[in-house]
């Protein structure tokens, strides 16, 4: 599918100081989601086509299988952890990974060594790569991504609190009340990785447009840290993914993927197409895959309505 976005209205001048630049409302973007199975469109794809990568994979693999996700629908938990109701608010389920045992974590960095295999020469020399994952399983997701021959250019850090541990141990909550069984997760680290940049930044900068990251703004550069909320309720409500992430998140990571706000970038695990959205809102082009075809519903009906949202 092919579409044009309208941005949102710009609030703000480009490059105020501690201020993330809003999206313009002189440009217009082109993106598609395509309904199809990530690493056959890697295979295929023309080779130094990709100028950037953001994209929320899977975690676990497991948790998105259709047993699981039909566990997650009727609130039988499975790896999804059904949280409970407080002040009568229902929260969404969230994935538990210590449940997954050795042979699923084996799956887990097979997986992500093939997906960083087959996405390097897809990519120009320099293009960065954002890759979420969480901190119990994010070595099976880094380790691969190097040996394919990707640099590591750092860890974002996504400042969430999340439902995910601080639990007191199961079925013996009162025999311990002060003991937690792990930390109560606040933050979801986001994997940075490049290939590789042919001669100096700026000889690389010149012939690809790429090689390092746009900067928020001309007196504050991009930071691994930014702090977030869950996914807002009229976001859930337009795109009822499991994994939502925020716009408010994702803008000024797509924005700064790109170093001279020029090329493509590539959500392989699209979703519901929150990437592609927060990318229609920059006049950014973008393309995602997704294989669910649930999803894929989902994010063709909801990625223009989420690009024309004011965060």
Not at 34 to 40: L, R, W
Not at 114 to 134: I, K, M
Not at 164 to 173: Q, V
Not at 280 to 292: F, K, L, M, P, R
Request: with cysteine.
């Amino acid at each position: 599918m092919k579409a044009t976005i309208r941005p949102a209205q710009n609030r703000l001048p480009l490059g105020s100081p501690r201020e993330v630049p809003q999206p313009s409302p002189s440009v217009a973007a082109h993106y598609e989601l395509i309904h199809g199975d990530a690493f056959e469109w890697l295979k295929s794809a023309k080779p130094k086509s990709i100028h950037a990568v953001v994209t929320d994979p899977p975690y676990g693999l497991v948790e998105y299988t259709s047993e699981e996700l039909k566990k997650r629908r009727n609130g039988k938990g499975g790896v999804w952890r059904q949280p409970p109701s407080f002040d009568g608010c229902k929260r969404q389920p969230v994935p538990r990974f210590t449940v997954l045992d050795d042979k699923d974590k084996e799956a887990i960095r097979l997986f992500f060594g093939r997906f960083s295999r087959l996405l390097l020469p897809v990519l120009v020399p320099g293009a960065h790569v954002f890759v979420a994952t969480n901190p119990l399983l994010s070595d099976f997701v880094f380790g691969p991504f190097l040996a394919s021959g990707f640099e590591k250019r750092g860890v974002l850090i996504r400042e969430v609190h999340t439902l995910r541990g601080g639990d007191r141990p199961k079925n013996a909550h009162e025999e311990f009340p002060d003991v937690t069984v792990m930390p109560k997760s606040c933050f979801e680290p986001w994997g940075i990785f490049r290939r590789p940049i042919e001669g100096r930044v700026q000889d690389n900068l010149r012939a690809w447009g790429t090689g390092g990251l746009r900067r928020l703004s001309k007196t504050e550069p991009f930071r691994d840290l930014i702090k977030s909320c869950r996914a807002p309720r009229r976001e859930r409500a337009i795109a009822p993914h499991p994994s939502l992430k925020p716009q408010a998140f994702l803008r000024p990571l797509v924005r700064s993927s790109l170093p001279l706000g020029k090329g493509i970038v590539l959500d392989p695990f699209a979703g519901s197409g929150s990437t592609l959205a927060a990318a229609a809102a920059w006049g950014i082009h973008s393309v995602g895959i997704e294989w669910n075809p649930e999803y894929h519903a989902m994010g063709v009906a909801a990625i223009p309505k989420l690009a024309a949202l004011d965060v």
